[in-house]
C-alpha cells in the first residue's frame, strides 16, 4: 500500500497541495472582513502545514512530524476554544465582526 | 632630661569637644553640653602651662644654662611618626614645634579662648543653638592651635584654612538673619584671595627651598648671607598678601567689620584677640624670609601704618560700638604689621598679647552692654550706663586707658615699643612714627567718645532697663580687665629677650633709654589730648560734634561711609563678577548646556517616533501583510541565493524607505 502511494504520488504533489492551502489561508487571512473567516484562514493555514509534517514523517520514517501534528492540533483546539470565546465576547461587545471596525486601540 | 610635652593633646582636645557637642549635643543636658565646652580649652590651657612650665623653668633656675631640673629646651619638636607627604623630593612631616614664639601665642590662643568659652555661657546662655555654638568654638581652637604650633607653612595653612572656616561658620552663626549670612560668605571669599597669596608663597618656597619647614628655610637662608631681594621678596609679599586677607590689611580689611553679625564673644575671640592676629603671628614665624628682602618689609610697614590711620579715622564717626571696636581692631593690627615692619617683630608680638588683653575686653565688655540693654549696639540710643553696670563699666575702663596707651597700662608698653622701634628706623621711619602717634590721638579719641556714649551722661533710652550680666561674664570681664592694666609690666626688654631665639633681637642699637621715655612722654601727651577732646566734645559740649558734621558733609560723609570703600569694590569687582556668572550660569551652562542637551534628546525622540510611528498602523491585515511578506522574503532569500544583492541594491536605491 504504501510503495503503491510512493510511486503514485510524488512528494511535490504532497508540498504543492500543503502550500496551496497555506497560501489560500493567507490569502483568506488578508482579505476577509468577517472575525470568524478570518479564524478559519488561521486553521487553514495550521492544517496546510500539518500536512507538509505528515508527508516528511512518511518520506523520512521519523515519528517526530507526526508527533508535531498532535501538538499542532491540540494547540489548535485550545486556540479555536479561546478564539471563539473572543469573538462571541467582541460580538456581544460590539454588535460587529467587521475586523476594520474592531479599532479602539487604534491612535 | 626631655620630658614629653604631649603638643598633640593642644588641638585634639578642642577638637573632641567639637565632635561630641557637634554630632551629641542636642540630645545632651546643657550642663554636660557646658562642662565639656569648658573642659576641653582648660584641659588644652593646662598642657600649655604645663609646657610652659617645663619649657621655662630651667631658664629661671639655672641661668648659667646646666638645667638642674627636668624640663625641656626650646625649641621643642614633635613629629608625626608616620611620612605625611613624601612627593619626589618633596618630603612633608606633620611636625608642632614649641618655641618662644608659640608659647606666648599658645598661652593667648588657650587662655583668652577659655575666658572666653566661660563668658560665652553666660552671653549665649538662651540661644537655641547652644551646643552647636560652642562646637564651633571648640573647633576654632583646634584649628587655631594646629595654626599656632605648626612646624612648617603646610600644617600652618592647615590651622590657616580650619580658622577661616570656622570664622565663617560663627559669623554666619544667626544664619537666618540675611546679613549675618552674607557677612561670613564676604569673611570667607575676602580671606580666599589672601589664602590665594599663601598657597603662591609656599609652591615658591618648595620651588625655591625645596622645603615647608621653618626651620629648614631659615637655615638655608642663613648659609647664603647675601641672598636678598629677588624671589625671596616675591615670596615675602605673597604671604603678606596672606596675612593682610587674615588680619584685615589694607585692601583686605572690608570683611572684618561685617564679621560683627556673629555674636558678641566671637567677635572678641576671633576678631579682635586670636585669629585676626594669625597674620602677624605668620610674619613674625616667616621673618627671616622678610629680614631678607628690605623691600617686603617696607611694604608691611608701610601697609601696616596706613591701615592703623585709615581705620581709625572711620572709627572716629561710627555709631554702633561693635563697629568702632572693629575699625579699632583692624588700626590696632595695622600697628602689629607696622612693628613687623620696622623687623620689630618682638614688640608685634608683644603688642598682639597685650592688644589680645584689652581688646578681647573691650569687645566682652561691649557684649555685656548689649546684653543688659537688650540687643541694642547703636551708640547714640546708650548713655548713663555707669551706675547700672558698675562692673563693666570699671573693666572697660581699664581697658580703654590700656588701648589709649595710657601709662601704666599693657597698651602703652607694647604700643611704645613699635613706636620706638620705627622711630630708629631713619627718615622714613620717623614718617611712620609720625603716622603711628596719630593713629594712637584718633584712637584715644574714639575711643573716649565710645567711653563717654555708653557709659557717662544720661540714658538716651529712658524706658531700657539695664542690668548687670551674670557672674559668668563678669569672670572673665575682671580677669581681663586685670591683665590689661598689668599685662604690660613683663616689660618689653624682657620680653624681646624671652622671643630673641625665635623672632630675633629688636633693633634698638641706635636708641638710647632717654629717648624712649621722651617718646613715650609723647605718647602719653597725644594720647591725653585724645581724651581731652572727647571730653570736650561728648560731655562739656554734647552739640559740638554735630556742628562739626554739618560744617564739613563732604568730609564727614566720606567717613560714615567708610570712604565708600565696599562701593568701590561693589562696583569694580562684585558687580562685574556677578554680572560674568550670572551670564555664563544662564546663557552657557542653562540655556546652552542642559537647555540644548534636553532640546536635543526631545527631537531625538520625536523624529525617531514619527519615523516609527508609520508602522504602528493598528491595521490587522498590515500586520499580517507584512508579516506574510517577511516570511516569504526569508524564503526567497534562502531558496535564491542572488536575491540578497538584489534586494540590497533595491533597498539603497529606495532610500530604505521600507514602508
Given at each position: 500500500m504504501?510503495?503503491?502511494?510512493?510511486?503514485?504520488?510524488?512528494?511535490?504533489?504532497?508540498?504543492?497541495?500543503?502550500?496551496a492551502?497555506?497560501s489560500?489561508?493567507?490569502v483568506?487571512?488578508?482579505?476577509?472582513r468577517?472575525?470568524?473567516?478570518?479564524f478559519?484562514?488561521?486553521?487553514?493555514?495550521?492544517?496546510?502545514?500539518?500536512?507538509?509534517f505528515?508527508?516528511?514523517?512518511?518520506?523520512?520514517?521519523?515519528?517526530?512530524?507526526?508527533?508535531?501534528?498532535?501538538?499542532?492540533?491540540?494547540?489548535?483546539?485550545?486556540?479555536a476554544?479561546?478564539?471563539?470565546?473572543i469573538?462571541?465576547?467582541?460580538?456581544?461587545?460590539?454588535?460587529t465582526?467587521a475586523?476594520?471596525?474592531?479599532?479602539?486601540?487604534?491612535? | 632630661?626631655?620630658?614629653?610635652?604631649?603638643?598633640?593633646?593642644?588641638?585634639?582636645?578642642?577638637?573632641a569637644?567639637?565632635?561630641i557637642?557637634?554630632?551629641?549635643?542636642?540630645?545632651?543636658?546643657?550642663w554636660?553640653?557646658?562642662?565639656?565646652?569648658?573642659?576641653?580649652?582648660l584641659?588644652?590651657?593646662?598642657?600649655?602651662l604645663?609646657?610652659s612650665?617645663?619649657?621655662?623653668l630651667p631658664?629661671?633656675?639655672?641661668?648659667?644654662g646646666?638645667?638642674?631640673?627636668?624640663?625641656?629646651?626650646?625649641?621643642?619638636?614633635?613629629?608625626c611618626?608616620?611620612?605625611?607627604?613624601?612627593a619626589?623630593?618633596?618630603h612633608?612631616?606633620?611636625?608642632f614645634?614649641?618655641d618662644?614664639?608659640?608659647?606666648?601665642?599658645?598661652?593667648?590662643?588657650?587662655?583668652?579662648?577659655?575666658?572666653?568659652?566661660?563668658?560665652?555661657?553666660?552671653?549665649?546662655?538662651?540661644?537655641?543653638?547652644y551646643?552647636r555654638?560652642f562646637?564651633?568654638?571648640?573647633?576654632?581652637?583646634?584649628?587655631?592651635?594646629?595654626?599656632?604650633?605648626a612646624?612648617?607653612?603646610?600644617?600652618?595653612?592647615?590651622?590657616?584654612?580650619?580658622?577661616?572656616?570656622?570664622?565663617?561658620?560663627?559669623?554666619?552663626?544667626w544664619?537666618?538673619k540675611?546679613s549675618?549670612?552674607?557677612?561670613?560668605?564676604?569673611?570667607?571669599?575676602?580671606?580666599?584671595?589672601?589664602?590665594?597669596?599663601?598657597?603662591?608663597?609656599m609652591?615658591?618656597?618648595?620651588?625655591?627651598?625645596?622645603t615647608?619647614?621653618?626651620?629648614?628655610?631659615?637655615?638655608?637662608?642663613g648659609q647664603d648671607?647675601?641672598w636678598?631681594?629677588?624671589?625671596?621678596?616675591?615670596?615675602a609679599?605673597?604671604l603678606?598678601?596672606?596675612?593682610?586677607g587674615?588680619?584685615?590689611?589694607?585692601?583686605?580689611?572690608?570683611?572684618l567689620?561685617?564679621?560683627?553679625?556673629?555674636?558678641t564673644?566671637?567677635?572678641?575671640?576671633?576678631h579682635?584677640?586670636?585669629?585676626?592676629?594669625?597674620?602677624?603671628?605668620?610674619?613674625a614665624?616667616?621673618?627671616v624670609?622678610?629680614?631678607?628682602?628690605?623691600?617686603?618689609?617696607?611694604?608691611?610697614?608701610?601697609?601696616?601704618?596706613?591701615?592703623?590711620?585709615?581705620?581709625a579715622?572711620?572709627?572716629?564717626?561710627?555709631?554702633?560700638i561693635?563697629?568702632?571696636l572693629?575699625?579699632?581692631?583692624?588700626?590696632?593690627?595695622?600697628?602689629?604689621?607696622?612693628?613687623?615692619?620696622?623687623?620689630?617683630?618682638?614688640?608685634?608680638i608683644f603688642?598682639?598679647?597685650?592688644h589680645?588683653?584689652?581688646?578681647?575686653?573691650l569687645f566682652?565688655?561691649?557684649?555685656?552692654?548689649?546684653?543688659?540693654i537688650?540687643?541694642?549696639?547703636?551708640?547714640?540710643?546708650?548713655?548713663?550706663?555707669?551706675?547700672?553696670?558698675?562692673?563693666?563699666?570699671?573693666?572697660?575702663?581699664?581697658?580703654?586707658?590700656?588701648?589709649?596707651?595710657?601709662?601704666p597700662?599693657?597698651?602703652?608698653?607694647?604700643?611704645?615699643?613699635?613706636?620706638y622701634?620705627?622711630?630708629?628706623?631713619?627718615?622714613?621711619?620717623?614718617?611712620?612714627?609720625?603716622?603711628?602717634?596719630?593713629?594712637?590721638?584718633?584712637?584715644?579719641?574714639?575711643?573716649f567718645?565710645?567711653?563717654?556714649?555708653?557709659?557717662?551722661?544720661?540714658?538716651?533710652?529712658?524706658d531700657v532697663?539695664?542690668?548687670?550680666?551674670?557672674w559668668?561674664?563678669?569672670?572673665p570681664?575682671?580677669?581681663?580687665a586685670l591683665?590689661?592694666?598689668?599685662?604690660?609690666?613683663?616689660?618689653?626688654e624682657?620680653?624681646?629677650?624671652?622671643?630673641?631665639?625665635?623672632?630675633?633681637?629688636?633693633?634698638?642699637?641706635?636708641?638710647?633709654?632717654?629717648l624712649?621715655?621722651?617718646?613715650?612722654?609723647?605718647?602719653?601727651l597725644?594720647?591725653?589730648?585724645?581724651?581731652?577732646i572727647?571730653?570736650?566734645?561728648?560731655?562739656r559740649?554734647?552739640?559740638?560734634?554735630?556742628?562739626?558734621?554739618?560744617?564739613?558733609?563732604?568730609?564727614?560723609?566720606?567717613l560714615?561711609?567708610?570712604?565708600?570703600v565696599?562701593?568701590?569694590?561693589?562696583?569694580v569687582?562684585?558687580?562685574?563678577?556677578?554680572?560674568?556668572?550670572?551670564?555664563?550660569?544662564?546663557?552657557?551652562?542653562d540655556?546652552?548646556?542642559l537647555?540644548?542637551?534636553?532640546?536635543?534628546?526631545?527631537?531625538i525622540?520625536?523624529?525617531?517616533g514619527?519615523?516609527?510611528?508609520?508602522?504602528?498602523?493598528?491595521?490587522?491585515?498590515s500586520?499580517?501583510?507584512w508579516?506574510?511578506?517577511?516570511?516569504?522574503?526569508?524564503?526567497?532569500?534562502?531558496?535564491?541565493?542572488?536575491?540578497?544583492?538584489?534586494?540590497?541594491?533595491?533597498a539603497?536605491?529606495?532610500?530604505?524607505?521600507?514602508h
Open positions: 504504501s510503495s503503491y502511494f510512493a510511486q503514485e504520488v510524488p512528494l511535490s504533489w504532497y508540498l504543492l497541495l500543503s502550500a492551502l497555506f489560500l489561508g493567507v483568506g487571512f488578508l482579505i476577509k468577517n472575525l470568524i473567516t478570518v478559519m484562514s488561521i486553521e487553514l493555514m495550521l492544517n496546510g502545514v500539518n500536512l507538509s505528515v508527508t516528511f514523517a512518511q518520506q523520512w520514517h521519523a515519528v517526530k512530524g507526526q508527533i508535531f501534528v498532535f501538538f499542532v492540533m491540540m494547540v489548535a483546539a485550545a486556540e476554544a479561546v478564539g471563539l470565546a469573538i462571541i465576547a467582541v460580538f456581544r461587545a460590539r454588535a465582526l475586523v476594520d471596525r474592531i479599532d479602539l486601540m487604534k491612535l | 632630661m626631655n620630658a614629653y610635652l604631649h603638643l598633640w593633646l593642644i588641638p585634639l582636645l578642642p577638637f569637644g567639637f565632635l557637642n557637634g554630632i551629641l549635643g542636642r540630645r545632651l543636658p546643657k554636660l553640653v557646658t562642662a565639656i565646652a569648658l573642659l576641653a580649652p584641659a588644652a590651657f593646662g598642657v600649655v604645663n609646657a612650665v617645663l619649657g621655662l631658664l629661671f633656675v639655672d641661668p648659667t646646666i638645667p638642674s631640673l627636668p624640663g625641656v629646651s626650646l625649641p621643642y619638636i614633635e613629629t611618626p608616620l611620612p605625611w607627604i613624601n619626589g623630593m618633596l612633608i612631616n606633620f611636625s614645634v614649641l618662644q614664639l608659640s608659647l606666648v601665642m599658645l598661652l593667648v590662643v588657650t587662655g583668652v579662648g577659655f575666658l572666653i568659652h566661660v563668658y560665652s555661657v553666660g552671653y549665649m546662655g538662651d540661644d537655641k543653638g551646643a555654638y562646637s564651633y568654638l571648640n573647633l576654632f581652637l583646634f584649628f587655631m592651635t594646629v595654626l599656632v604650633l612646624g612648617n607653612a603646610l600644617v600652618m595653612f592647615i590651622g590657616w584654612e580650619g580658622v577661616g572656616l570656622a570664622s565663617y561658620l560663627l559669623i554666619g552663626f544664619f537666618q540675611k549675618a549670612a552674607d557677612a561670613g560668605k564676604k569673611a570667607f571669599i575676602v580671606n580666599r584671595i589672601g589664602d590665594f597669596g599663601f598657597l603662591i608663597g609652591f615658591l618656597l618648595i620651588a625655591n627651598f625645596g615647608l619647614t621653618f626651620t629648614d628655610i631659615a637655615a638655608k637662608l648671607p647675601g636678598n631681594g629677588g624671589v625671596v621678596t616675591v615670596i609679599l605673597c603678606m598678601l596672606g596675612a593682610a587674615k588680619s584685615a590689611q589694607l585692601p583686605l580689611y572690608i570683611w567689620p561685617d564679621a560683627m553679625e556673629g555674636p564673644p566671637v567677635s572678641a575671640l576671633i579682635a584677640a586670636t585669629m585676626v592676629t594669625a597674620g602677624v603671628y605668620m610674619v614665624r616667616t621673618h624670609l622678610f629680614d631678607h628682602s628690605p623691600f617686603a618689609l617696607s611694604v608691611v610697614a608701610i601697609i601696616g601704618a596706613a591701615t592703623a590711620i585709615f581705620a579715622t572711620i572709627a572716629l564717626v561710627q555709631n554702633d561693635k563697629r568702632v572693629a575699625y579699632s581692631t583692624i588700626s590696632q593690627l595695622g600697628y602689629m604689621f607696622l612693628g613687623c615692619g620696622v623687623a620689630a617683630y618682638s614688640a608685634a603688642h598682639l598679647m597685650t589680645a588683653f584689652f581688646k578681647a575686653l566682652m565688655a561691649a557684649g555685656s552692654v548689649i546684653h543688659a537688650g540687643g541694642e549696639q547703636d551708640l547714640r540710643k546708650m548713655g548713663g550706663l555707669r551706675k547700672k553696670l558698675p562692673v563693666t563699666f570699671w573693666t572697660m575702663t581699664a581697658a580703654v586707658l590700656a588701648i589709649a596707651g595710657f601709662f597700662f599693657a597698651g602703652f608698653f607694647s604700643k611704645d615699643a613699635i613706636l622701634a620705627a622711630f630708629l628706623q631713619g627718615t622714613s621711619g620717623k614718617i611712620l612714627w609720625f603716622f603711628g602717634v596719630l593713629t594712637a590721638l584718633l584712637t584715644s579719641f574714639y575711643m567718645r565710645l567711653w563717654y556714649l555708653t557709659f557717662m551722661g544720661e540714658s538716651r533710652s529712658p532697663h539695664p542690668h548687670e550680666s551674670p559668668s561674664m563678669r569672670g570681664l575682671i580677669i581681663l591683665l590689661s592694666v598689668g599685662g604690660g609690666w613683663i616689660g618689653m624682657r620680653f624681646g629677650d624671652f622671643l630673641a631665639p625665635s623672632v630675633g633681637v629688636l633693633p634698638t642699637e641706635t636708641g638710647s633709654a632717654r624712649e621715655i621722651l617718646l613715650s612722654i609723647v605718647a602719653v597725644v594720647a591725653l589730648e585724645g581724651w581731652l572727647a571730653d570736650k566734645l561728648y560731655r559740649k554734647p552739640a559740638r560734634p554735630a556742628q562739626w558734621a554739618a560744617a564739613l558733609p563732604g568730609g564727614y560723609k566720606l560714615a561711609n567708610k570712604y565708600f565696599d562701593e568701590f569694590y561693589g562696583a569687582v562684585v558687580k562685574p563678577l556677578l554680572g560674568f556668572s550670572k551670564f555664563v550660569l544662564e546663557w552657557v551652562v540655556f546652552g548646556i537647555g540644548g542637551a534636553a532640546w536635543l534628546l526631545g527631537g525622540a520625536t523624529f525617531t514619527a519615523i516609527l510611528q508609520r508602522w504602528q498602523s493598528g491595521n490587522l491585515r500586520y499580517a501583510a508579516l506574510a511578506a517577511g516570511a516569504a522574503a526569508v524564503l526567497l532569500f534562502l531558496l535564491v541565493p542572488w536575491a540578497t544583492v538584489l534586494a540590497s541594491l533595491s539603497i536605491h529606495l532610500g530604505m524607505a521600507g
